[in-house]
């Protein structure tokens, strides 16, 4: 019997310290690897390893290694490729990573599998075995995603992953929007596709859980479809959390089904406050003069929610991350993110940045995030972007600024609101010191 290891890397801390980024125990249980174990063909002896909770023991001796990727996640996966090479163990390589960078990931391995794997995972595996792996091999994008085996999550040491786990699942691929500035929607050819509703249960079913993440790029994105899921959700009693966009907290019956199958915290991209910077990103579909009503929504309902924003668009002026602050506490709102606009690989924004000369250390965009400007911003230096939205983690989830935006710890959604706040206060405290770092560097 073949043995093959999948491995899932982790990150370096930052881009001036290579301690590969390590946690004790997290609530997220991963995908991926439970699911290409799933996809694996009888005859192969499978070993997983998410190695921000493992280590990688490089002494073992499979006969195939595999390891899944985001750009985050690539410059470690290719020091991991190595070790293995080193020894003569073929490595192959794939997932959105290798999709917007095939021709450096092939560099680093002996094969890379560009798209879906469902097309392409047994093959390559096959030609493995037979040592007559390809350079490469190209999935076509799957026009149906339904009848997808169960994930193998008995695969995975779930007691690492704490008393609450949250599994995550997948109801849709692709995303329906065109943001500008975004590369979801192009990730595996493009196209929005859902699952069918009865392949979701039977995928939540599997899990013998109650807390389930949908990581899909919008939940929502077919609204019909998403009806007739959060319906069937119902019965299951469940907690569950997703990504969508926010015109959705204006549909009552949207979110009155939200909430009776057991919603309980959504993430959605709000990106700015500024009517033209949203203009300009192609979100226009995001309301400014109804953020109000949007989030009234969902406190009426006790759902909790998370916000994300992007800055370094042409359109901001000096006082835009003040002026979000401000709103942000006047909301009272629970979580947010605050992102530097990058020039995502494939994307209109992308080719308008590199055809204006405006791109900024090229080779790091997508595997440092949050740390580098990647631009140059027309109305702030790439500095000033960097320590605004540094400070504004600092200031956001400052003691303070706490006590006075969330309620007491008293109910689910509360509770898991100040988990985040206390994680986010670390994470903001911790790279306070390394971006000092990255900026004497520049």
């Avoid at 590969?20 to 009888?42: C, E, G, I, N, W």
């Avoid at 390891?67 to 794939?94: L, N």
């Avoid at 094969?111 to 493995?128: F, H, S, V």
């Avoid at 039977?202 to 899990?207: C, E, L, N, R, V």
Wanted: charged share 25%; with cysteine.
């Amino acid at each position: 019997m073949n043995k093959i290891l999948i491995i899932q890397p982790s990150h370096y801390v930052s881009k001036n310290d290579r301690t590969v980024f390590k946690s004790r125990m997290r609530a997220l249980v991963p995908l991926t690897l439970p699911y290409l174990a799933a996809l694996t063909p009888k005859g192969w002896e499978v070993t997983l390893v998410d190695e921000q909770l493992q280590d990688i023991d490089f002494n073992t001796k499979p006969d195939l290694v595999a390891i899944t990727s985001w750009t985050v996640h690539s410059i470690r996966g290719y020091d991991v490729a190595r070790k293995f090479r080193d020894q003569g163990i073929p490595v192959i390589m794939g997932g959105p990573h290798v999709w917007f960078h095939p021709e450096e990931a092939s560099k680093h391995c002996d094969a890379i599998g560009i798209g879906e794997g469902e097309p392409i995972w047994a093959k390559m595996l096959e030609d493995a075995a037979a040592g007559q792996l390809q350079k490469v091999y190209q999935a076509p994008q799957m026009k149906s995603i339904a009848d997808l085996p169960l994930p193998r999550w008995d695969m995975l040491d779930l007691r690492k992953y704490g008393p609450f786990k949250t599994f995550s699942l997948m109801s849709s691929r692709g995303c329906p929007m065109q943001c500008e500035f975004c590369s979801e929607r192009l990730y595996l050819g493009g196209g929005f596709r859902v699952r069918p509703v009865e392949d979701v249960i039977a995928d939540i079913k599997h899990t013998g859980s109650k807390n389930v993440f949908f990581g899909d790029s919008d939940f929502g994105g077919k609204r019909a479809h998403a009806m007739k899921l959060m319906e069937a959700m119902i019965p299951l009693k469940l907690r569950w959390s997703a990504l969508w966009t926010s015109f959705l907290c204006y549909d009552d019956e949207y979110m009155d089904l939200a909430q009776r199958s057991g919603l309980l915290h959504v993430n959605m991209g709000l990106e700015s406050i500024d009517r033209d910077t949203l203009k300009g990103m192609n979100k226009n579909f995001n309301k400014v003069d109804r953020y109000s009503e949007m989030l009234g929504n969902l406190r009426r309902r006790g759902i909790s929610y998370s916000l994300n924003f992007i800055f370094g668009w042409d359109t901001e002026q000096q006082g835009v991350f003040e002026h979000t602050l401000e709103f942000l506490h006047k909301e009272k709102v629970p979580v947010a993110y605050f992102n530097i606009l990058c020039p995502e690989k494939g994307t209109m924004f992308f080719e308008k940045m590199k055809a204006d000369d405006r791109i900024l250390r090229l080779e790091d965009i997508g595997r440092f995030p949050g740390e580098f400007c990647h631009i140059k911003p027309k109305n702030f230096s790439a500095e000033e972007i960097e320590k605004n939205v540094q400070d504004m983690y600092l200031k956001f989830y400052s003691w303070k600024s706490m006590l006075k935006r969330l309620p007491p710890p008293v109910t689910q959604s509360n509770i898991a609101s100040w988990v985040v706040n206390i994680s986010q206060r670390k994470l903001a405290q911790r790279s306070q010191g390394e971006n000092n770092n990255n900026f004497d560097a520049f």
